[in-house]
């Protein structure tokens, strides 16, 4: 069991690798070896807390499947050993981020001095503009 956060964890047996072939490096070592691997993790069977399984699937929509299942598939290193560990490890950087919620945020109005600075620059930049036009004759 891999612990993310109070009330959610990962239970390594529902952990399903399957190995796949991969693209990428390893020339004709890639037609014969299957060092590819394919993660798939049911999120639904477990009992995670509602707002934890509602961000999953607000920021992975794409990895999970219609039957609940986040799929993720490493084919980036030649050797299938690093291709699991690193699929496990991307497994648990997606728990992190589906843990943390967003502040909310507390409207401010701009200080007195910000609001004397802003129209400062902008007399200053009208000055500038007012100065860069051509002279009009009186005649």
Known sequence: MI???KG???????????NIKSSGPGGQNI?????????????????YPVWFTENLTEKYNGL??????LNIKVVSNRSQLRNRKKAINKLIEIFNQATKTNKKRIKTSPTKS??????????KNS????????????Y
């Open 64 to 69: 999970i499947s219609k039957k609940g299942f």
């Open 8 to 18: 959610i964890y990962i239970i390594e047996k529902d952990i399903s690798l399957k």
């Open 3 to 5: 612990f993310i956060k």
């Open 31 to 47: 037609n014969k070896v299957s060092t590819g691997v394919h993660l798939k993790y049911p999120i639904h069977s477990n009992h």
């Open 114 to 123: 910000s609001q004397l600075k802003r129209l400062d620059i902008k007399r």
């Open 127 to 138: 000055l500038k503009k007012e100065y860069r036009k051509s002279i009009k004759s009186p």
